[in-house]
């Protein structure tokens, strides 16, 4: 039972594991090649699979490689932006040795809630080793075979989410605390790259989608009910995966979706006219046609009405100037 109230990450008491830790959270969503992480990450150089630093009674990160036996197909991350990933310890003759010392270390990981960083490498078309920095995971069971990770949520105050079709939708975020900005900087990124996830990298209007060497390029996760509305940064159904232009075109209220996902444009005929050949009208009264694989990540409906609300009340200030 993972139960965390405070930033795990501070339960470490090695300030300098600590430290570690925090530094592969900021690589977060990242692709970074093999000989950048062998710089960066202590013991990628001579380690593969699970890491523990000397002296620690923890493990700091896992490394699955192509080699490895891993599962052909990811699950999309949770509302909450938390993932899980099933994490095949070494073994012997098949069975997987638990007395050994790095798969100790996970145990002991594992029954502290200590997070460990996980990185697993991808294939790219021509270019040298690459992995993807999947974050701070907790290890959240052993269950005979994996050792089976939950990614940190986006809210990585919070324990990940259980089951995502009975967890409400909170549209506003309610800090009882003063958040500070270190915090917010991570949840961004997070949520970044959980609504990422959850539209697999493209454009939820246009299917734009750019990667160089993983990373995308020219996409951007926006949020339905804005941050100037206090609408929450840590639930992926309160964003959706835009290309710069079409994000810019939603800041403005420009067009918007309804609670079916069909585009509504506005009806200001300057900019009607002005955007004639751009995707935004060709998809006017169509479904968005990037939309997340599984129904939970889908927007919330508490979310796009409140949007929809807002993009009449703004189409109703032009028609007046
Ligand atoms: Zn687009």
Known sequence: ???????????????????????IREMMGSWKQSEYL?????????????????????????????KGIYPDVEEPPLPDGSWTYLYT?????????????TNRALIRSMEDQIPVGVFI????????????????AYIDRFDGT??????????????????????RFQPFENDPLPVTNA????????????????YRGRCSLCELGYTFRGEPIGLEAAHIIPVSA??????????????????????RFLWAFDEDYRVVVSDDREFRKSAEKNHVMKAEGRRLSNLPGVEYDLPAS??????????????DRSDVT
Not at 239 to 248: A, F, M, P, Q, S
């Open 38 to 66: 062998q710089q960066t990450v202590q013991g990628f150089r001579t380690q593969k699979g699970i890491y523990k630093p000397g002296g620690s009674e923890y493990a700091l990160w896992i490394r699955q490689t192509l």
């Open 89 to 101: 310890p070494e073994s012997k003759e098949g069975r997987a040795d638990l007395s050994l010392d």
């Open 183 to 198: 915090t917010i900087e991570i949840r961004n990124k997070g949520f970044m790259t959980a609504v990422r996830r959850a």
């Open 1 to 23: 039972m993972i139960n965390a109230m405070t930033d795990p990450v501070s339960r470490v008491p090695d300030p300098d594991f600590r430290k570690k830790l925090l530094e």
């Open 230 to 251: 206090h609408g929450t940064s840590k639930d992926v159904r309160n964003g959706i995966l835009l290309c710069k232009n079409h994000h810019d075109l939603f800041d």
């Open 302 to 315: 508490e979310a796009v009405r409140f949007r929809l609300e807002r993009f009449h009340s703004a189409s």
């Open 146 to 167: 994996h050792f089976v990770l939950r990614g940190l949520p986006i809210d990585f105050q919070s324990p990940p989410m259980k089951d995502p079709s009975s967890s």
């Open 121 to 136: 490498e991808r294939n790219l078309p021509g270019e040298k080793t690459t992995y993807e920095v999947m974050g701070l």
